[in-house]
Every structure is written in C-alpha cells, then in structure tokens.
C-alpha cells in the first residue's frame, strides 16, 4: 500500500464514528506521515494538536489521558548553549506532536553505524494529542545566562506551608516540560527523547507519570474522579470560555514591564505532588468525607443541592470544607485553570499506597492565585489532614512558538 | 433517561463502529447494571471478560492496556482467615470485573455514618475489561496453613541467574493479584480494593503499574513495541490457539499427583521487573541494536527476511541474538505466553530512566520453560548487557472460579 493511499485511509478513520465524537476544537486528523498505517482501533485517537500558536498547547487543550511530566536541571553554561537546546527542543516537539520519529534516522531507514535518531517506542502510535508544555523555573533568573533582569515579577518563589514535605530533590528546576497524550507510551518517549536531546546541556532533576480520562474531549463524560473517589475539576475553566482564560491564565500585555514582558501569552504553572493518604480516608464515614470536600460523594453536586453543576453560595457549605474554602467567591475571584493527574507509584514499605495527585494549575499570576488560595488551604482546609504535598515547583510558561521560531525565544532573544 | 433506556444505549453503542472492533472473542458487552451511563467516547470499552471459567480470565485473555500487579504478604495466622480472604476477594472480582461497586453502600447509597463500602473513584469507569487472576507463591505452602503436602512439585524455587540483581522487599509474596484493564484507574482501583478488604489478613509487599497496548484486541493492529523500540510479542501464541495453550500454558491433569493436583486447570506465573539500561541502548548503532536483538528494528522482520512474520530458522541469526536464543527450537520446544507491560517509574536520582519490561509469562512448567530459558538467556544473551532484573516472583495460577466457588477453593477445601 502506497503512502498516498494509507493517508487516505487514516483520513478516513478519522472521520468515522469514533473520530466525530474526539476530533474537537483545535485537533486536527493526523497524516501519520513519516510512520505506518495503524490500527483501525485507534483510528480515533490519531490526532495531532497542532504545535504553533500564540500559547502552548497542553494547557487550554482538552485534558489527555497520561502524563508524563519532568524538571530539568540545565548544565550548560553559556546562553548560546541554552538557546540551542530550546531550538532543538522546538524541533524534535514540532516532529513528536504530529506523530513523526525525530531525526533523519529513526527505527526505520537509520545508518548501519549510527545511534537511531528516533528510539523507535512510539513507531505505530500515531500522536495520540501529544502535547508539549515548556516553562522556566525561577532558578534560570540566576547570574548563569544573564537573564536576571528578565525574570518577571510575578515568577515568585512559592513560599512554605504549614504541614508542607517537600523533597527537594523532587522539587524546582530550571526547565519543566509538561508531556500529556492519550497513550502513556507517546508522553514517556517523549520526554526521552527530550531528554536525551538534552544530554550535556541539561539533565532531569525529577519526573512524574500521571493518569487520568480524557473526559473534557466529551462534554457529555462525567467529570473524573480522584483517588478519594470524589468528582474533582467540576468548576474548572472550559478551555472554549476565552474570555475566564484571558482574566485568569495567560499573562496580559502591561502585566510586565520592560524586560519581563517577553511572558506576555505565557502563563505560570505551579505543580505540587500530593501524597493521598488513601488508607486514613478509606476508613472515614460517608458524611464525613463529604462534610469535608462539601460535595455528595455520588452525585458531585454541593451540598444541600441536588446536581453536579448547580449554581451554590460557597458561604452555605461547612466553614472548612474543601469546595468553600477553594472556591473563587472566597478568593477574591482567583481562579486558576487546573490539570492535574492522579498517580500510583507503587507502595511506600509499609503496605501503604503511595498514591495521589499531582497538581498541576496554570494561572496568570500566583500571587493572586495558587499562593493566597494555598495559604488559606493549608491552614483551614479539612482535607489537608488527609494530604501530604511531597513535591513543588513554580514555572513561568513560554507563550506560544510561532511558525519558524522556538521555545523561549520571547526570554532569549531579546 | 430511565435504566431501561440507558442499557439500550450503551448496548447500541457497543454494536457500533467502535464496538465492533473491541468487542472480541470472550468479551461481552457491558451491561454497566449499578452505575450510571458512561460517555459515548468510551463506549467501545465498555465491556465485560467474565470472571467465572475452566481457567482465570487474564492469562488468555486479550491483553488489555494497563496493569496494575500486586504480592502480598498473607498475614491470616489460621486456615480459616485464609479462606475468608479468598472468599470475599471472590465476591469483590466479581463485582469489579462486572463494572460494579463492591459491597452495598458505595459511593451512592452508602449509610452516612460509615465508610463507604466501594471507593468510588472507579464510578462511571465501567469495566473496561477489567481482569483479576490471583495465585500463591511458594511461601504459602509453609507450615502455616498445612499446604505443604499440596504445594506443586513444579512450583520450585527459581534459582539465582547470573547477573540478577534482585531487590528482596519487591520479590515473591504469598498471593499474587494481576488487574489488567482498559483503564488504569480501573485497575488501581481493583488492587486497593482487594488490599483494603485484605486488612489485617493479607498486606501488600510489593506493587508494579505497567502500560502497553491493547493490540492483541485487533489482529490488524501492529505488535506492540518494548521501550528499546522493537516490536515485542511477535511469536507470542495466539488467545484462540487452544491447541498450543494446553500444550504450553495450562496444567493438565496428571502432570501433579494426589493434593498437588489442585492446580490442573491452572498455570504458573513468572514476574520479572526488568530494569532497561535505556541512556546506553540508545547511544548503541542501529546494526548493534539489531544483531543484539535477531530482528530489523523497523519492520520487526527477523534479520535476513523481509516481513515480521516471516518463517524463519533461528540457527541463522546471530549467536547472541535474544530472538535466536529464545526461541522455542532452541529450548526444546518450550514456548511462554508473555503479557508483559513496559514501565516507567520516574528517574533514578541520576537523571537515567528508571524504566524497562515487567516480564509476566505464563506457562505449564517453569522447570522447562522459564528456568532453562532464562538460564540460557542470562548467559550468552547480547542483551542481558543492557538489562537488570530487579524484582522476582513465581506463583501457581489457580485455576478457574465456577459459578458460586472462590478463587484458591480447590487448593483449600481439599
């Protein structure tokens, strides 16, 4: 089968009875070019986000099912060094988000002699919505790159909470990038490969997998749950509602001034890993779980009303239930759009699940947003008993790359 | 939308595009009786692989796309508390495996002053072809039962290989669970829900998540590939090959005499975490990649042929090929029905991947299949260089659950 006609039937699946229900706004029928057919069980998802725009994608993009998030340490010590690992990245981001190997010698038609320039896991698995989010810790700021006047205002270092246990090892970093598809195989070759791009300019500091349901690419699918069993993400931002994404997630001209201003169209991440103390919960009575998050455990409607998406008087709910405590109304109206993924990483030694959620909020600005709500939470929220933040970090998220140019070159170039 | 009309709809959804192509041999559609009615976009999920059978579901049951595999500990000091345990794990996997919350108070309908009986974070994730399948390792047959009469000759000790580098806290255990699903959320809801319900009888001693495909569900669908980029599983035997799966994966009367002769219907199970050395694979030629493993990395076809399924002779493969010592006119005829996941548990500390292959294979006789393979292997196999197997365990796989008995009960009510 010629290349033509195996693209003419991928456009075709595409389509089809599945592909209508996923192909939403933004997301375009991949050409797979460059890779074999695929099967015709994941004709749907063989779906490319496209990579150029003014923001990223991976953030107002309909959630994907598997993360693979990483921070980077970046060794190299020279802003040219730095640049060039930004351009590669853009490159090999351009090559993996529309589902092709990176390089000229990938697991098919390589030199002999050569390392592949594709490690070849992700032949065959199409896109998948891959998407990748890069951003800039507070520790690139340093003296090393000379980017200290660059730093913007809002790029504070997140200060402790109460009953916060951090793992610094776990925690900052200069880079983060943020690799979220519908197959798990696509996000973690994804962040190998960067990595391995990376190799002498920067080495990662920590990563973290996640999963969680594409739900939101289904306005009809109930709203995931967490490890608590509870809906979590109810009253999050709709990544159609432009204008809630303009006043509270990307970064607005006049936001930053002089040489900060290159993050206009950008946007801060905050991650926190938070441990779930699965066990402990499991042991509480329904009314007391829901007494503390101020939901019905089944429904996911706020307490005293009767549907998930009924409107509700924060001020009604218990004095520290978890939904009171978050919500906007409470919080001067800070909201922040959230992306976070469930995770399991194995057991902790003593029986116990090391499970949770890993956190993650873009936002236009944390001092308003991640860190007041925060301090609030950590002090009063009854869920926090139940919780455990093992892992931080804050980043300033590049705007969006345009045809021809590359990740942080807004920071870089000027 | 009333119970009777929401059925109809997600039965029609199964009959359609999507479910035709799921919906396999052993595979019905789900009824989802219990829960609300899920999202169109994973209708073709929605299914159910019964529990009840000759042999567990989740050995030849089409591979599904996550694992979540657990060994615990029985910490049960009688035979009675055993077989409790054995018994409500039964009743749980039949819920769970059917789509359905465990016990009578969920996360709807619970008793406000007790914990809820399920969860709750599986709601609305249907079964997604959730399986259970639980042995016992050789450590259950102490002296703390009374098994030791009925401990299976062919479940021996699995000596030490060259080169093993195993970790004791996340090797062997007395029971064994392997949840294999669709969804990843389903089968670590699975795992702790089997643990919770084990409390005080059993507790988990060591866990591994896994991902891969669910390839095997569309025979047009491409082999799926390990994280060194090659096509794993090629010449793994078919689910429908019963022919072959009698000969080679389940116990058959007479090969165990008197109270050994619980587990004809049953099979044995090998776990290998194998720890991948990924950052020295990928810097190795695309010809050495290729020599190591016998076969072209594009295509998957062994060297020397043209297409991945090709018949070939393994004598004509390099002598340290994987594929060429592996394979079964090698080993006597010794074939393994390998439901391997690949992982990826973050980093290691040291920026490298702490990534590779959770080898599962199931297969009759490990004294003729995986011992003499893997002694083979460990010593002349080119790519042991690049591996490290870091977790180990062996159980007797029990053999099917019939209508109204439990899992184990032909072990112990003998």
């Not at 998802?45 to 959630?63: C, L």
């Not at 589902?99 to 038609?109: C, F, I, L, N, R």
């Not at 983060?176 to 195989?185: I, L, Y």
Request: glycine share 12%.
């Amino acid at each position: 089968m010629g290349s033509v006609s195996r693209r003419g039937l991928l456009a075709a699946l595409g389509s089809g009875a599945v592909g209508a229900g996923l192909v939403g706004a933004g997301v375009v029928a991949a050409e797979a070019s460059g890779r074999a057919a695929g099967s015709s069980a994941d004709g749907g998802s063989a779906s490319v986000v496209p990579f150029h725009g003014e923001h990223q994608a991976g953030i107002a993009t309909d959630v994907q099912a598997n993360l693979h998030f990483a921070a980077f340490d970046v060794t190299a010590t020279s802003r040219e060094e730095l640049v060039s690992l930004l351009q590669d990245w853009t490159a090999a981001a351009v090559a993996l988000t529309a589902g092709k190997e990176v390089g000229q010698g990938g697991a098919s038609g390589g030199k002999p002699l050569a390392p592949p320039s594709d490690t070849g896991e992700a032949v065959d698995l199409h896109a998948n919505r891959l998407t990748l989010t890069v951003g800039a810790g507070p520790s690139l700021f340093d003296d090393r790159f000379g980017l200290a006047p660059a730093r913007p205002a809002a790029l504070v270092d997140l200060p402790a909470f109460p009953a916060d246990a951090l793992v610094p090892e776990r925690s900052g970093g200069d880079l983060c990038v943020q690799a979220c598809a519908d197959d798990p195989q696509v996000a973690v070759h994804a962040i190998r490969t960067l990595t391995r791009i990376a190799a002498g300019r920067a080495a990662v500091r920590w990563a973290q997998l996640g999963y969680g349901r594409a739900a939101t690419v289904d306005p009809s699918a109930p709203t995931p749950r967490n490890l608590f069993g509870f809906k979590d993400g109810t009253a999050n931002p709709a990544a159609s509602d432009t204008k809630t994404l303009d006043e509270q997630v990307w970064v607005q001209a006049g936001d930053e001034q002089g040489s900060a201003a290159w993050v206009v169209g950008g946007s801060y991440l905050v991650a926190r890993r938070i441990r779930m103390h699965i066990e402990t919960w499991d042991r509480t009575s329904l009314q007391e779980q829901e007494q503390v998050i101020g939901r019905t455990k089944g429904t996911g409607a706020p307490l005293g009303h009767a549907g998930e998406h009924d409107a509700f008087d924060a001020r009604t709910l218990p004095a520290s239930s978890h939904v009171r405590l978050a919500h906007p109304s409470m919080n001067g109206g800070a909201q922040m759009l959230r992306r976070g993924y469930n995770f399991t990483d194995g057991t902790d030694g003593l029986g116990h699940l090391d499970a949770g959620l890993f956190f993650l909020a873009y936002q236009r600005d944390v001092r308003t947003a991640f860190i007041p709500v925060q301090t609030v939470l950590a002090r009063q929220d009854a869920l926090s008993e139940y919780l455990e933040h093992t892992a931080s970090g804050v980043w300033a998220v590049f705007p969006g790359v345009p045809d021809g140019g590359y990740l942080g070159q807004q920071l870089l170039s000027a």
